[in-house]
């Protein structure tokens, strides 16, 4: 039982931590929008936002399986 509680919660602080580089990038990339930044580093940005969202679904499912 021990386990299973250490594992879900090292689980549940990288989903946290998950999240909230998550809304960083969101806010990172409305400001580059709002200041006409160079699409090529907006992308970039946008693309690791979809790595982490991705990510975030993993581990989500992987707790609930738990």
Do not use: C, P, V
């Not at 549940?12 to 699409?39: C, P, T, V, W």
């Not at 090529?40 to 982490?52: E, H, S």
């Amino acid at each position: 039982m021990h386990n299973f509680t250490e594992k879900h919660n090292k689980m549940a602080g990288y989903l946290q931590e998950l999240y909230s580089k998550h809304r960083k990038l969101d806010d990172e990339i409305k400001m580059l929008y709002n200041n006409f930044a160079d699409n090529m580093a907006i992308n970039r940005l946008k693309t690791k936002k979809l790595w982490f969202k991705d990510e975030i679904h993993r581990i989500e499912k992987e707790l609930k399986e738990l």
